[in-house]
């Protein structure tokens, strides 16, 4: 199960960090925002993406949109997820609690800045029924995330 792999990844790291189990469905953003009484930005929400020679993950705030032209000026390709059906063998989980811990391999993992207006976010916990309360600095360190210009301007 998914999400013994992240309770594992965080006991074999000496993380102390908790994942928080609801009652409740947090496969989406709107879902998981509501369970974890938090404004939907604050979910980290975490995206697979299909390079041609990998995959990786990148995390946004909950609402942000990925810009295609800062996506394939960055990575010189188009932007293309991870096929549904093939998510769970590239992270070990299912849709709705991808996140960047208990992974079943290194994957690279990039921070998109918009993550950056908070200091606390909650990314899944490897459930669509769990997410991890952390903080932005240490969600950089432990991923060894890299900081990234991805997604689209807000028009305010």
């Known amino acids: ?12 790291n000496n993380l102390s960090l908790e994942i928080i189990e609801t009652n409740e469905d947090t496969s989406t953003v709107e879902k998981a925002a509501k369970a974890l009484g ?8 975490t995206l697979a993406f299909k390079l041609k020679e ?11 949109k990925t810009d ?5 000026n960055y990575f010189k390709e188009k932007p293309k997820f991870v ?5 769970e063998g590239v992270t070990s989980h299912p849709i709705g609690g991808v996140c960047p811990f208990g992974l ?10 918009s993550l ?13 029924n769990s997410a991890v309360k952390i903080d932005v600095s240490y969600l950089e360190e432990i991923t060894c995330g890299t900081w990234i210009d991805i997604s689209k301007q807000e028009l305010v």
């Open 116 to 128: 950056k207006k908070f200091t606390t976010v909650y990314p899944a916990g490897g459930s669509p």
């Open 54 to 64: 990998k995959e990786i993950l990148i995390l946004t705030k909950g609402t942000a």
């Open 1 to 12: 199960m998914s999400i013994q792999t992240v309770r594992q990844y965080f006991k074999d």
């Open 38 to 45: 938090v404004e939907p930005d604050m979910i980290a929400k």
């Open 68 to 72: 295609n032209r800062k996506f394939k």
């Open 83 to 87: 096929k549904f059906e093939k998510v």
């Open 104 to 113: 079943p391999k290194k994957l690279e993992i990039y921070l998109d800045i």
